[in-house]
């Protein structure tokens, strides 16, 4: 109802209307709204001949959270990311990335968006034939104008951030052991500023203290770049470390989403499976053991 419709009209008259055209209540209400999703996926369909990877798909990233995407290998986590990065197209749906449709932008049209992102995919990726400090600077150097000074003084800042030794910026991706290399991966992800950032696999091939370093870099890297991030993940302690909220995929469908205590709740086969086999109960353990 709006405010100017004459309470006698109203299918439903308030005996006290809605203070709407009070001044300033505009303001006071706009506290309690709830903030637009970063990221907004609405009936999402993609499929590769046959092979229907994602059936209906619909979830929303919050701004602040970490927000993970779980399920077996090959259920489409992978082409989930691709497609909001707008690097695979999907057959129909909608993707709205800060409040605008995203599907359909040519590449020009991207550009400002893809600013926006930080992106470490499943295999690192850093260029084998460059410093660590070289492959962050490579980033500055395509996106920015800054004076080599500058891009240097910025790549050293990114570098530290990511709990990586001085030292670091002048050796070679080969030179550093997995848990250096995500966090040099991690510096270049960050190397733009991104408000949001997507991580594939972010512990993939870690020892177990490598992994736990990563999940505390991640939340405190949120923390203090006031970070969205949506990662994809199998490590169910990095799950029960870090994410806020936890997608489950599964036969093309979201199956459950929610907290992780949420989730070691829900009935689904497949998700039940995913908690309360061996990995998943010694996981939940140690995650009652640190509460
Ligand atoms: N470009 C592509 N062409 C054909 N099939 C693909 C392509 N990309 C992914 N797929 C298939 O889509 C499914 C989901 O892949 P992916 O998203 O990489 O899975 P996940 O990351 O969950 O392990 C798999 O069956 C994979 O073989
Ligand atoms: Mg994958």
Redesign the pocket.
């Known amino acids: 109802m709006s405010a100017a419709t004459p309470a006698s009209l109203s299918p439903n008259p308030l005996p006290n209307p809605l203070p709407l055209a009070v001044e300033g209540a505009n303001e006071s209400l706009r506290e309690f709204q709830v903030p637009e999703p970063v990221i907004d996926i609405r009936n999402l369909y993609t499929n590769?001949?046959a092979?229907v990877?994602h059936d209906n798909i619909s979830l929303t990233v919050q701004p602040g959270e970490i927000f993970a995407l779980v399920?077996?290998?090959?259920?489409?986590?992978?082409?989930?990311?691709?497609t909001i990065l707008l690097l695979?197209l999907p057959v129909s749906g909608s993707i709205r990335v800060f409040g605008r449709e995203v599907l359909g932008l040519n590449d020009e049209q991207a550009m400002p968006l893809r600013h926006r992102f930080g992106v470490m995919f499943?295999r690192g990726a850093l260029f084998s034939a460059l410093t660590v400090a070289e492959n962050v600077a490579m980033v500055l150097k395509e996106h920015t104008q800054l004076s080599p000074r500058l891009i240097a003084e910025v790549a050293a800042l990114k570098i530290a951030l990511t709990g990586l030794p001085a030292d670091a910026g002048l050796k070679y991706p080969s030179e550093l052991s997995g848990g250096m290399r995500k966090r040099a991966a991690l510096a270049r992800a960050i190397a733009l500023d991104p408000e949001l950032l997507f991580l594939?696999e972010p512990t993939a091939g870690l020892d177990p203290l490598s992994a736990t370093g990563i999940d505390e870099l991640i939340r405190s890297l949120r923390d203090a770049l006031g970070l969205t991030i949506m990662l994809?993940t199998h490590d169910l302690d990095l799950l029960w470390r870090v994410a806020d909220r936890v997608a489950v995929?599964g036969e093309g469908h979201i199956l459950g989403v929610g907290t992780m205590t949420e989730l070691s709740k829900m009935d689904h086969p497949i998700i039940k499976e995913y908690f309360y086999g061996s990995r998943g109960r010694a996981a939940r353990e140690q995650a009652w053991k640190r509460k």
């Open positions: 590769f001949g092979n990877v399920g077996g290998s090959g259920c489409g986590k992978s082409t989930l990311l691709r695979q499943e594939d994809v995929l």
